[in-house]
Every structure is written in structure tokens, then in C-alpha cells.
């Protein structure tokens, strides 16, 4: 398996370094690979690495053949280690290379259980990290070095981001296309993926008991229809009304149906939209709040850059290239 894209000649691509462990999961290895190389002139290039190249067993019990070795990973932007057999530890070579990547500022990433490669190489000391749910607990008590959150989707760290398996797989690596392209781009893919454009990675990984999605007990249309109104002071008792819901009742199966909190989800899709207007348009910032709904522009610069990490004005200069783009 291998896996490569290309870009026009005058777009500097992205190199993705994905790092195969013996017993690695197949479905967290297609993740990435599928992710940045989905479009055709992905700004991505994907190779497949590992620390003897050849056959490398999966955990499905078929072989994946790798043809790279660990050499110049620290030139890669960006080093991903998919789930894999953590009964085997990872070799030293692997372990050094992951420091020499991460010393050299590039990137590190796993998806699943690769989370304890990047722990077993020191690179989550001090950190909030999670992993799988069921894998989480081995997490904290091998590595107690670690802050282990078994409940996040993924957590980003800046340099260091971990995500729970499979579907969080997924969203963290459209979180990178969102952080390294904007959300225009990410939601394009997400599309082209049939994937849920945004989930954000505080929403929980694993849902007890799950709504049935049915016409009479999805809340799917409360949701649609909230979106179409974000720039109304929505409140969730306002949406409990829609659903026919007592306020604590509608929270509860929110919760249950989504993995996230009304508030938390409303306030997710508001960001969301800020930042397709700001890529797309040069609206002064005190419209784009008004447009989704944050009041003030204070307001909205002071969740804007608690969620994305930078003001919105430093967020259009990066992703709206139309002259005159810069935020007012």
C-alpha cells in the first residue's frame, strides 16, 4: 500500500509522513491517506513509513508493504502514527525518530492508540492527550506522565495532537486541513468524503446509549434549522420549543445524540461560520459577529480565538487571499 498526491507545480505541498507499526489498524492507516489525497491537487503528498521497509503486518491479519524507511523524517511537516498492536513496543529507532521530528518542530500526530508511540518516546509528557476510550486507562497508568482525556474526540496541543479511533481519526485530520487551508477547504473535503464537515474534538468519543435516529426522535431538523438562524440570539430553550421538548429533556437527548452540549454545539457551528465568511468575504468583523449571532465584536474575538487560536483579523489575512481581505 502506498499512497501519493499530486499538486500544481506552483503549490508548495505538505509532506505527510505516515509512520507503520507492526499490527497496525488498517482502517486508521487508510485514514490519512484517504484524507490528504482525496482531491486531485491536494496540497498534501503522503508516503508510508516505517523502521524495516517491506512487509509490515496489520492487525487484520494481511500484510501492508511500506517501501520508506525512518530516513529524513524530520524534514517531513507533518509525522502521523496511526492505532497499532501496543503489546509489541515500538523500536528505538522509531522512538528516535519520532524525537528527532518533534525536535526539528515538525508536526506529530496519531490517531487511536498510536498515541502510545508518541507517549513511549516522551513526547506527551505534560500534555493533555487522549486515545481510544477502551485504551485509555492503560494510557494514564503506563504513562503517568500523561493527562490522559478519555472522553475528547482528539485534543490539539499545537505541535502534538492525539484522537480517539476510526470516526475521530477523521476529524482530526480535517482539522488539519482546516488549521493548515481554512474551513472552506475542509468542508469541501468533508463533502467529497461523505464526512461530518466539523465536530469539535471536546464532544465525547463514545456514546452509552444512543438515540434512535428516527422522523419522530431525531432532533436533526432542530439542528438544520438552527443553523439556518445563527444570526438570532438562540436559546436552548428556544429549540426545546421547536422539538417539542421540556428544556432539560431536549439537553438530554441532545447529549445523548450528538456528543455535546447544545450551547457547546451552537456556539461550534457559529465559529464554523465565521470563519466561511471571513475566508470568503470582506465583511468588517462587527457584521460577521451580528451575521452568527456572537453580539459584540469583543465577544466574538474572545471566543474566536479561544476556539481557533487566533484573532479573526489574523485568521482572514491567513485564508482570504482577495485584496483587501484584512479584517476591519
Known amino acids: 500500500m502506498s499512497a501519493s498526491a499530486a499538486a500544481p507545480d506552483d503549490v508548495e505541498r505538505h509532506h505527510v509522513a505516515v509512520l507503520v507499526l507492526p499490527g497496525v489498524r488498517p482502517l486508521d492507516l487508510g485514514i490519512p491517506a484517504q484524507v490528504f489525497t482525496a482531491r486531485p491537487g491536494s496540497p498534501y503528498t503522503v508516503t508510508l513509513r516505517t523502521a524495516h521497509p517491506g512487509l509490515v503486518p496489520t492487525s487484520a491479519g494481511f500484510d501492508v508493504q511500506v517501501a520508506h524507511g525512518l530516513e529524513a523524517i524530520a524534514g517531513c511537516g507533518t509525522v502521523l502514527v496511526p492505532g497499532y498492536d501496543t503489546t509489541r513496543a515500538p523500536e528505538p529507532e522509531v522512538l528516535a525518530a519520532l524525537r528527532s521530528a518533534h525536535q526539528a518542530g515538525r508536526r506529530v500526530v496519531s490517531i487511536c492508540t498510536g498515541a502510545f508511540a508518541l507517549a513511549a518516546a516522551g513526547l506527551l509528557d505534560g500534555l493533555r ?98 443553523v439556518q438562524q445563527l444570526a438570532d440570539p438562540l436559546t436552548v430553550a428556544e429549540m426545546a420549543g421547536w422539538a417539542h421538548l421540556s428544556t432539560r429533556t431536549f439537553a438530554r437527548r441532545f447529549l445523548a445524540e450528538t456528543g455535546t452540549t447544545p450551547k457547546q454545539w451552537l456556539l461550534a457551528e457559529r465559529i464554523t461560520r465565521a470563519r466561511e465568511l471571513l475566508e470568503s468575504t470582506d465583511l468588517p468583523v462587527e457584521r460577521v459577529a451580528a451575521a452568527v449571532g456572537l453580539g459584540t465584536v469583543a465577544n466574538f474575538r474572545a471566543h474566536f480565538r479561544r476556539v481557533t487560536g487566533c484573532g479573526p483579523a489574523s485568521y482572514r489575512s491567513s485564508f482570504n487571499p482577495a485584496p483587501g481581505g484584512g479584517a476591519r
Open 129 to 226: 492527550a487522549t486515545t481510544h476510550w477502551d485504551s485509555a486507562e492503560r494510557l494514564a497508568r503506563t504513562y503517568p506522565g500523561v493527562e490522559v482525556d478519555a472522553d475528547a474526540l482528539y485534543v490539539d496541543q499545537g505541535q502534538v495532537l492525539t484522537s480517539a479511533g476510526v470516526s475521530a481519526g477523521i476529524d482530526l485530520c480535517l482539522h488539519l486541513v482546516r488549521s493548515d487551508h481554512g474551513a472552506a477547504a475542509a468542508n469541501r473535503l468533508a463533502r467529497a468524503l461523505v464526512a461530518a464537515p466539523h465536530r469539535e474534538g471536546g464532544q465525547r468519543q463514545f456514546i452509552a446509549r444512543p438515540v434512535a435516529l428516527s422522523a419522530r426522535t431525531s432532533l436533526g431538523a432542530v439542528r438544520q434549522r438552527a
